[in-house]
């Protein structure tokens, strides 16, 4: 089956540095991929939508300029929280279709980011 | 806008005991329909889908019919193992207003631990 990978897995940062987060489509090319948070004991809520060669697009209430999406190529997309603070503390979950196969979504296993 | 209202867990079961877990959606349009799993340190998985009316999904035991009529997609499986524990998301589909993404929209999921 298809498989995305997510790097780091966990990060702890001091508050105001900029953390980067990888995600890997690891055996298909992904034009599209999805960038969610998900605090604990809540749902999956969407971020944004990364794509390639293009901007992204970002859900309404998330700043753009805080989390700074960037896909590099067909299979990684960079999620970077930038001047990160303790409430950004999260874990970031990003996921994408296979070309064939849009209304399914691959997931990668999630960062948990800690900011102190 | 498009919402998915599942069973708030915990649900604590004895292995083999039957599992049932309601989702109702509202959603414009025709929605597809599904269930993702999340076990224990791993990222989400598709564990079955149906993208109409009267459709049902099934994978490893789990069933969920797609019924329009009451907006719902309930998870069920007639005997639970203890390595079913996991959290449990229904979500849906639906696409974006260019009509080329889908866009996931999660319940807030439900914690399943079976007891040997």
């Known amino acids: 089956g298809a498989v995305v990978s997510q790097h780091p897995s966990w990060v702890i940062c001091k508050s105001g540095t900029s953390v980067k987060i990888e995600c890997r489509s690891l055996?298909?090319?992904?034009?599209?991929m999805f960038w969610y948070r998900q605090f604990p004991k809540q749902s999956l809520m969407l971020m944004a939508t990364?794509?390639?060669?293009?901007?992204?697009?970002?859900e309404q209430g998330v700043e753009k300029d805080k989390f700074l999406i960037n896909h590099a190529s067909l299979t990684l997309s960079t999620l970077t929280v930038t001047s990160a603070h303790p409430e950004d503390s999260s874990f970031y979950i990003c996921?994408?279709?296979?070309?064939?196969?849009?209304?399914?979504?691959?997931f990668g296993p999630g960062t948990r980011l800690l900011v102190l | 806008g498009n919402s998915v209202t599942q069973m708030e867990g915990p649900v604590t079961l004895s292995e083999e005991a039957f599992l049932t877990i309601n989702c109702t959606y509202t959603a414009t349009g025709y929605p597809s329909l599904f269930w993702y799993v999340q076990y224990p340190g791993e990222g989400l998985q598709l564990l079955l889908k149906a993208t109409k009316a009267d459709d049902k999904g099934s994978n490893k035991g789990f069933e969920a019919t797609y019924r329009k009529e009451t907006t719902s997609f309930h998870l069920e499986k007639g005997s639970v193992q203890v390595s079913d524990s996991a959290v449990y998301f229904c979500a849906l589909t639906s696409r974006n207003s260019g009509g080329s993404n889908y866009k996931l929209t999660f319940g807030k999921g439900t914690l399943l631990t079976v007891n040997p």
């Open positions: 996921s994408a279709p296979r070309a064939g196969a849009q209304e399914t979504q691959y």
């Open positions: 055996d298909f090319q992904a034009t599209t």
């Open positions: 990364s794509n390639e060669g293009s901007k992204a697009t970002y």
